[in-house]
């Protein structure tokens, strides 16, 4: 099978929420021939166009690190990491260095999902540590820099019970029809809807740095 294009893509994240979405989208899309995931367990997925790289990620190989553009679909709780050391190691510290990584290898656009809160400033660590890793991105100079910042992410997370989103999901839906207007950045939104606009975003010909909120991201 021919395809229409010769970029590559990277992602790391590519067996979470949106970063499993994301690869699917990207398997289908004719816009690249490779699709790379840096990862250290298999994505189950067999397919032509798959480059499934086993990383580790604290003593990164620079070599692997190439692509056209890059998809950080990484994220976790600082529950589920275990400490906020831990949390930051993954939500900073990975990111950053594959964005450094990447820069110097040649990628030209790098797209991230972020959070809705993201501050830099911000007296809520978590919140703190996202608008941190996207000052340094944005620090890195990349031609293009998507960051998308979605609220309460919808969707399958694969056996994953996090008691505090599937009660927030509840209300969310219940509370949908009503977040209109200012409010609809604050609504849930699906999955598939953000992994949906990192394929789209990555496709504009603009050059320089975006910040996509939540209610932006509904239209995917």
Known sequence: MSYSSNKTALIIGATGLVGKQVLNYLLASPIYNQIKILTRRSSGIQHE??????FDFDKPDANLVKADDIFCCLGTTIKKAGSEESFKKVDFQYPLQ???????????????V???????????????VKGEIEKELTDLHYDTLHILRPSLLLGDRGGETRLGEK???????ILDPVMIGPLRKYAAIDSAKVARGMLELAQSPQKGVFVHNSAELQRF
């Open 49 to 54: 166009k798959l480059n499934e790289i086993f």
């Open 98 to 112: 594959i964005g450094r990584l990447g820069k110097l290898n040649g990628a030209s656009k790098y797209l991230i």
């Open 114 to 128: 972020s959070s809705m809160g993201a501050d830099s400033k911000s007296f809520i660590f978590y919140n703190r």
């Open 167 to 173: 009660i927030g999901e509840v209300l969310a839906k």
